[in-house]
């Protein structure tokens, strides 16, 4: 689809969002509220004209996603998040129906749970020789030391939810697909908290002006 990046970001953060990834200072969001450090990204189809589309459908869980394994979740927040979510589609003019009644809509909610484990290798070089002042690759009588490769693990956690728009009402029968005209995520601190959702939802929705039934 073609899509279009807005980002929000309510304080200047020199990397990407995510626990363990570096930044350029140790921690990138250390000193930050968690509402400063949260970041919204929408991406929407230009040629969509979202007035066209009257009605919606909303599972009543969430799809939670875990490094490619996915499974449907309906614990905690998440009622919270999937009721907040359907208050504002509705006071943009979107009618929800049940889910197995036609509808122009399909909206997924995810919650995603990456972690990703990184291997670096440091080498040994020759240039030490140098440093300790043994003469090059001579070292001591002709020998050189020897060192192994030493290797650092590390690990990248990635969690954020994200929301997609699904065009139920003009599907790609040709290639059996159905078109997310629109998707946002939500990134950073307190995003899992329960009195953050009706703030989140509500920026994630100031970010995309054009969803609306009745324009």
Known sequence: MKITFQILLWAGICAGIGSGISSC???ALDGLSPEESQVFITNRDRSVNFSTYKTFSLPDSVLEISNDQAQISMTGL??????RLAQELTSRGYQRVN???D???????????NSYVGVSSMPYSSYYLDYWGYGGLGGW????PYYPSYYSFYQVSDTYWMIQLIDLKNPNTADQELNVIWQAQIRGSGIFDANSIDAIITRVFEQSPYLRANQ
């Open 25 to 27: 200072r140790p921690d």
């Open 103 to 113: 509808s122009d809509l399909g909206v997924a909610v995810m919650r995603i749970n």
């Open 141 to 144: 009588g002709g020998y050189r």
């Open 99 to 101: 889910r197995r009644a």
């Open 78 to 83: 998440e009622p919270t998040f999937l009721n």
